[in-house]
């Protein structure tokens, strides 16, 4: 749970970072550009922006972590899992409707947390795309 806790905080980490183009906390100094741009009053203000190959990189490392996460939560859910054993000693032996009541609601958390990687890992791909795409044509120019 906390591992799953962290993975989140990550992510909202990322997408502050995209959204706002504030150094975070994983990203240093030297992937913040500092671009020169004239206004409409022809001050020149130094804008920031986040070097894309470098924030790329942060993406693909999350994903990853993703991934592993979700093949984890996976094998919890198939363990946790109530078998057809299990049905029948929680009505035979006492205390096993509460032991089937424990193993139903762990299993229920399992995958609860899997769908919530799994949709995290969803649109951490999308985003992914999203960065390494160019909607505008590609230009190249000799001299």
Same mark, same amino acid.
């Given at each position: 749970?906390?591992?799953?806790?962290?993975?989140?905080?990550?992510?909202?980490? /990322?997408?502050?970072? @995209?959204?706002?183009?504030?150094?975070? *906390?994983?990203?240093?100094?030297?992937e913040i550009l500092w671009t020169p741009e004239q206004d409409v009053a022809g001050f020149m203000v130094m804008e920031p922006s986040i070097n894309i190959d470098a924030l790329v990189d942060d993406v693909v490392t999350l994903k990853i972590a993703l991934k592993q996460d979700e093949k984890r /939560?996976?094998?919890? @859910?198939?363990?946790k899992r109530?078998? *057809?054993?299990?049905?029948w000693l929680s009505f035979l032996l006492p205390g096993g409707m509460l032991y089937a009541a424990y193993k139903k609601n762990a299993h229920t958390n399992a995958i609860r947390e899997h769908k919530l990687v799994s949709s995290q890992l969803l649109d951490i791909t999308v985003d992914l795309v999203a960065l390494t795409t160019t909607a505008e044509p590609i230009v190249v120019a000799k001299r």
């Amino acid at each position: 749970m906390f591992k799953l806790r962290l993975i989140i905080r990550n992510t909202r980490v /990322l997408m502050m970072t @995209v959204s706002l183009g504030m150094m975070s *906390g994983w990203a240093n100094a030297a992937e913040i550009l500092w671009t020169p741009e004239q206004d409409v009053a022809g001050f020149m203000v130094m804008e920031p922006s986040i070097n894309i190959d470098a924030l790329v990189d942060d993406v693909v490392t999350l994903k990853i972590a993703l991934k592993q996460d979700e093949k984890r /939560l996976s094998r919890q @859910v198939e363990q946790k899992r109530i078998t *057809g054993n299990e049905t029948w000693l929680s009505f035979l032996l006492p205390g096993g409707m509460l032991y089937a009541a424990y193993k139903k609601n762990a299993h229920t958390n399992a995958i609860r947390e899997h769908k919530l990687v799994s949709s995290q890992l969803l649109d951490i791909t999308v985003d992914l795309v999203a960065l390494t795409t160019t909607a505008e044509p590609i230009v190249v120019a000799k001299r």
